[in-house]
Nanobody
Framework: QVQLVESGGGLVQPGGSLRLSCAAS????????VGWYRQAPGKQRELVAA???????DYADSVKARFTISRDNVENTLYLQMNSLKPEDTAVYYC?????????????WGQGTQVTVSS
């Protein structure tokens, strides 16, 4: 059974920092591309950052230079370091694991963790 469990969300003031974690089990974590998505109230889910199995990272323009994605293939954990947080970063953050084998796409999601940036 595949599980992705996020943690680390919470309430933080503008300019503050948070570190999100996503612990994966039930998959060969190191072969998956993994990423963070977020969904704010009334908005579509959007990609925040992603990292391939080869450690190539990509970021949404809105978070570049503020957020850093990383992975630990020994601990099977994905991280998102978020600095200089803004109120517009407020959303539920979801962890995703993705892999394509032939014509079959595998996507797994965590349950989400709330991040609220407010004074």
């Amino acid at each position: 059974q595949v599980q992705l469990v996020e943690s680390g969300g919470g309430l933080v003031q503008p300019g503050g920092s948070l570190r999100l974690s996503c612990a994966a089990s039930g998959i060969i974590f190191r072969v998956y591309a993994v990423g963070w998505y977020r969904q704010a109230p009334g908005k579509q889910r959007e990609l925040v950052a992603a990292i391939t199995s080869g450690d190539s990272a990509d970021y949404a323009d809105s978070v570049k230079a503020r957020f850093t994605i990383s992975r630990d293939n020994v601990e099977n954990t994905l991280y998102l370091q978020m600095n200089s947080l803004k109120p517009e970063d407020t959303a539920v953050y979801y962890c995703n694991a993705h892999r394509v084998i032939g014509r079959t796409s595998y996507d797994y999601w965590g349950q989400g963790t709330q991040v609220t940036v407010s004074s």
